[in-house]
């Protein structure tokens, strides 16, 4: 693990995110706003913006409330359901 300044990671940002992208710990530590771990997105990390979540959350509500929803059987394992699930999609 590497700790570094913000003063550091300002005056050598494409070095460290070299170093993130690769596997390495870096913590930035900043005496005025705490410490923060660098971490890269992945593809499978989701992000997305407070106003785009709660869209989408309503819009999931709706869907539930219209009956658009796909039910796991009874007796059925988990792994089945989601299989099945992956395949209607």
Known sequence: MLVISSREFRANTGHYLELVAKGMDVILKSRALGSFRLTPVKESDVVMSEKEFYEKLDRSIMQ???????????GESTDDFVNRMLCTE
């Open 64 to 74: 539930a409330k219209e009956g658009k929803v796909v039910r796991q059987n009874d």
